[in-house]
C-alpha cells in the first residue's frame, strides 16, 4: 500500500510539472484570452459556419471559414501596450511552395546572376499573429527558411527605410518541427515590436512606422482552394495558451 501511495504522489508531481512545461513561463500579470472550451472573448468571422473551433482544448482552424469578408478570429478587446504569450502548432501542409525567396539579413532577397531573385520549394502553411487590429502588422507563422516571427508587410514594403525592413527580419530560424508546439512572446510598445519564440528572440525592438496606437489581437485565416485543391498555403493551425498582459 505504501509504495502505491508513493506511486500516486510521484505521478502527480510528475503531472504537474508536464502541464507547467506544458504553458512555460506566462508573464506575471497576465490575464487569459482563451478559456480552453469556446470562443468566448473572440469575435469569429460572420458566416463562419464552424471552421474556427475549439477542439480537445485549443484552438483549431482548417482554413475554410465561409465568411465573405475578414475570415480571420479577432479578440473582442482592443489593446495598446502589451506583451502576448501564445503557442501555436502547424498541424500538416498539403501545400508545397514553389515561390519561397532566400532572405538575406537586410530583409531583400537574395538574386541570381540575371538579377532574379532565387526561389526554393517548400512545403507551406500560414497564418500569423496580428496585431493592433491590421494585416500589416503580424507575427508570421509559416514554414519559411526565415523562420516565424518575421512582419512580411513590413519587410516587403519598399517604401519603408532599409533599417525597419532590416529590423523586422528574424534573426534567426527559431521554429520547432512541423506539427510541433512553439511558443511566441510578442511585446508591443508605441510602435516597436520584439519577438522571442521558443526562448530565442527573433525580432528585437524593431520600429513599425504609422502602426495604430491600438487595436484587437488576430489569429490570420490564410489560404483558398480551387476544384478542391489549395492553391495557395492555408492556415491549418492550432493555438493554446494565449495570455495577454496589458503594458
Not at 482554413?63 to 503557442?87: G, P, R, T
Not at 511552395?97 to 526554393?120: A, T, Y
Not at 502588422?137 to 518575421?150: D, F, L, M, T
Amino acid at each position: 500500500m505504501k509504495s502505491i501511495a508513493i506511486f500516486t504522489i510521484l505521478f502527480i508531481i510528475f503531472s504537474l510539472v508536464y502541464v507547467n512545461a506544458q504553458v512555460g513561463a506566462v508573464p506575471e500579470g497576465s490575464v487569459s484570452l482563451f478559456n480552453g472550451k469556446d470562443l468566448s472573448g473572440w469575435e469569429i468571422p460572420e458566416g463562419d459556419n464552424g471552421h474556427w473551433k475549439v477542439l480537445e482544448g485549443v484552438i483549431d482552424y482548417d482554413a475554410e471559414s465561409e465568411s465573405q469578408s475578414d475570415k480571420s478570429l479577432w479578440s473582442k478587446k482592443i489593446y495598446k501596450n502589451f506583451e502576448l504569450y501564445v503557442d501555436w502548432r502547424i498541424k500538416e501542409t498539403p501545400w508545397k511552395n514553389p515561390g519561397v525567396p532566400l532572405v538575406l539579413p537586410s530583409g531583400l532577397h537574395k538574386l541570381d546572376e540575371n538579377g532574379k531573385p532565387i526561389n526554393m520549394v517548400v512545403p507551406d502553411s500560414d497564418s500569423g499573429i496580428l496585431l493592433r487590429g491590421v494585416g500589416k502588422c503580424q507575427a508570421n507563422i509559416w514554414c519559411w527558411p526565415i523562420g516565424s516571427g518575421e512582419v512580411y508587410g513590413y519587410r516587403m514594403d519598399e517604401n519603408m527605410p532599409p533599417e525597419v525592413r532590416r529590423g523586422v527580419t528574424p534573426l534567426v530560424n527559431a521554429d520547432k518541427n512541423i506539427g510541433e508546439w512553439n511558443t511566441f512572446i510578442i511585446t508591443m510598445i508605441d510602435d516597436r515590436m520584439s519577438v522571442e519564440l521558443n526562448g530565442i528572440q527573433v525580432i528585437e525592438n524593431a520600429l513599425l512606422p504609422d502602426i495604430p496606437l491600438e487595436g484587437p489581437v488576430g489569429l490570420q485565416h490564410h489560404g483558398s482552394k480551387r476544384d478542391g485543391e489549395w492553391i495557395s498555403p492555408p492556415s491549418l493551425v492550432q493555438f493554446r495558451n494565449i495570455y495577454v498582459k496589458e503594458l
